[in-house]
Each structure stands twice: as C-alpha cells, then as structure tokens.
C-alpha cells in the first residue's frame, strides 16, 4: 500500500495535494461540494488590509489551452475574514493557508499581524506579483532587494506560523529570487504564478479582459512551470511547492519529480471544484502501479 502522507514545513498533511489560492474563494464555500477534510490542504483567496472590490468585468476569459483571469484581487480584507471565514476554517482537520497581499511592505506586516491572534492557520503564503505603489509600481517579484524587505518583514510578523513566498514566473531567471526568498527568512517557496497575457476580440477590436491584461493558468503553461520549479528546487533547500496546470494524477507526479514537494491545484478546480481530490487518488493509483511506498520517494529524482 503506497502512502500519500507528507509534511511541509513540519505541518502534517493527508497527501500533498493542495488547492490554490484564487481558484477555492475561502474554501468554507465549497464545503457542500467537496469534503474539505480530505484535502491535503487549501490556500484561501488573497486577503489585503482593507477590502477591496476587484477589477471591470469581463474579469475571466477561457483561451485554447487554459484560461486568463483578471480579478483583481477582490477580496474582504483580513478583519472581516477572520470575523466572518476563519472560525469555520479553524474547525477543519486539514491545513488552511492564507494567501497574503498588499500595496507595500507594511500592508502585508499588517495583515500577518492580524492573522497571528487568531486561530486556524497552518500557515501564510505572501502573493508578492503586486506592484509596489511606495516604489513606483515595482513589482515585488521583478526585483530581489524589495522581494529581500518584503519577506523579512512579513517574517518579523510571522511568529507562530511558517511562511511560503509565492513567486511569479514573469522575471529573466528565478533562481536568483528563489535564493532571496529563501536568505530572507521564507520556510518554503510556492511557483508558478500567472504569466502575463492578453487576449484580443477581433470584431470589437478590444481585449477579452476588462483590465486589459490578465494572468494565464491552465494546461497551457505547465511546462514552463514545470521545468522552473525544477530551477527553483536546485536553487534551494527550503521546500517548493509547485502548481501551473496540474489537471491530472500524472501531472502531480511530475512535479514532484522535479523537486515540489507538494503541489496545488487551481484553474482544474473551476470545472471541477473536487479536482483536488481526484487528482490526490490518482496519484495515489501511480505510486501504486510504479511500487513506490511513500510519495516523498517521488521528490527531486529526475534524470536529467
């Protein structure tokens, strides 16, 4: 019998497949759909300091291979989630993360601080694919030293739970960023983020997506992703957690391969919110077929 149970930074979990943040709202609505208690864990939507609304419609538009979304970040804020989400998450038995965002440095010490006095996190992941606004718009993710002031801050803050740093793909090499991450206190990366994108309606002469750009996820981009949490995992010796159009059982496994030590699900959730839980089985069913005993025996053994 092949066991799925794993552990990331030192947090128990069934199997190591989680959903992701943005594609799971804050999991307490897909209670009635899927049993959240046999997911290896889930991300809730991003959380900022206020609340905030989100972009123009149309927000989502389904490309070929995937799918590019501009949400916005829409969110409740931090206050009102822990009122509101966090008690019913707290009385899970499966590890709840909180996806973390903000316009600047203090925004995201901010919402981690909150966070700390309550209850019924396993842990944080900071989103940092956000300009900011402090430094002209910056990209967090685009430039090591403010990506260096981001998680060191967002560390101070972060007593009582381990913190994963969310990385984006839109940079020239990741290593150089996993390496920040890793030097400025995070326990664990996660990547890919969304790529970039943009859609064109040729009879209106206007882009698909309200805001203009929009990040695309889906089946399109999990070669790329895969081979930079492949980057990302030599680069490293904290965990990486790995996600960008894993749809499948066997999608899973090569993450794992290439050095994730979990992996999260996302736009698979929009047409099926239990893709998680199948995707967990499947995985499972490989272990079985390949006689591997433990999934951790998957991680980091490509042959390149």
Known sequence: MSSLATSLCGIALKNPVLAASGTFAYGVEFAKQVDLNALGGFVVKGLSREPIEGNAPPRVHETEAGMINSIGLQNIGVRAFVEQKLPALAALDTAVFANVFGNCTDDYAEVIRVLEDHEGLAGYELNVSCPNTAHGGIYFSNDPGLLAEVVTAAKRVARRRPLMVKLSPNVAAIEPLAKTAEESGADAI??????????????????????????????????????????????????????????????????????????QVGTATFWDPRSPLRIARELGKFLKREGVAEVGKLVGIIKL
């Open 190 to 263: 996660s990547l890919v983020n969304t790529f970039i994108s943009l859609a064109i309606d040729p009879h209106t002469r206007k882009s698909r997506i309200g805001a203009g750009f929009g990040g695309l996820s889906g089946p399109a981009i999990k070669p790329i992703a895969l081979r930079l949490v492949y980057q990302a995992a030599r680069a490293v010796k904290i965990p990486v957690v790995g996600l960008g159009g894993i749809a499948t059982g066997m999608d899973a496994a090569e993450f794992l391969i290439a050095g994730a030590t979990a992996v």
